[in-house]
């Protein structure tokens, strides 16, 4: 198990952006379309398709939008056929970042991705470029308010998890992509439900980044291609410290 971490600096997402309501549709209806078309239509036996029930349903998507998006990716209903597609490369100073995308049309994609690294510093890489740097696994976060240290640890791995990660004021409980589901409704008739629950890239090669300006420079990359319709996630492996984090 890990002890205190400063994980959190690690990973940086987009937010501003995917405060639009309508970019968070659509990337949870794409979302619900390629985990029913993958696992089927029921959610007592599609992990997948559960999680992205839940971050539906935390958005208040309303219950005719999630079933028609269902009923599209199980082909009861027609749709555009969307396909997950991951893209890698480098920004400013050599960070790393990978890109996940769903999307109906490939050759748009990768040329838009392509073009937003070129306009912001970057380049895009082949597949495998910096993929060894990141590894895929379930997250669950939990407030450090559900109990002491101890006894939250023994409850995650008895459940399944692989990591439990002490923060200040939270657990990051860290599980196999295939154990994810297990281990987050185990753990939540034990806590109730987490703050976080979803598959992400945890990063295994941290870039540090010592100063604020290339900072936002790599950001602003993350910013430009999440823009993109067609992109789900941007998950980087630069890492700063606190005193620049408050700067940005």
């Known amino acids: 198990m890990a002890g205190h971490s400063k994980w959190a600096n690690i990973k940086h997402r987009k937010a501003a952006q995917d405060k639009k309501r309508g970019k968070i549709f659509t990337r949870l209806i794409r979302e619900l379309m390629v985990a029913a078309k993958q696992g089927g239509g029921d959610p007592n036996t599609n992990p997948l398709l559960r999680l992205a029930l839940d971050n539906a349903k935390a958005e208040n998507m309303t219950k005719d939008t999630i079933d028609r998006a269902i009923k599209r990716g199980t082909g ?42 070129n306009k912001n510093g970057g380049n895009m890489g082949n597949n495998g470029a910096v993929a060894w740097m990141f590894e895929e696994k379930g997250i669950i976060l939990y407030p450090s308010t559900i109990g002491d240290e101890d006894s939250v640890m023994e409850a995650a791995i008895e459940a399944g998890a692989d990591d439990v990660e002490v923060n200040e004021d939270s657990y990051r409980i860290i599980t196999e992509v295939a154990d994810f ?41 993350v910013d430009a291609i999440e823009e993109d319709d067609d992109i789900q996630s941007v998950t980087t492996n630069m890492d700063i410290s606190e005193e620049i984090a408050a700067q940005l």
Do not use: M, W
């Not at 009861?76 to 970042?97: C, F, K, Q």
């Not at 297990?182 to 990063?203: F, H, S």
């Open 76 to 117: 009861e209903i027609e749709g555009a056929d969307y396909v997950e597609v991951v893209y890698e490369g480098h920004g400013p100073s050599g960070v790393a970042l990978i890109c996940k995308s769903l999307t109906d049309n490939r050759t748009r994609t990768v040329a838009n991705v392509r073009s937003t690294f």
């Open 181 to 221: 589901a297990t281990v987050r409704d185990t753990l939540q008739e034990q806590y109730g439900k987490a703050e976080e629950a979803d598959l992400d890239y945890i990063v295994k090669t941290p870039a540090p980044v010592a100063d604020v300006e290339t900072a936002r420079k790599v950001l602003a990359l």
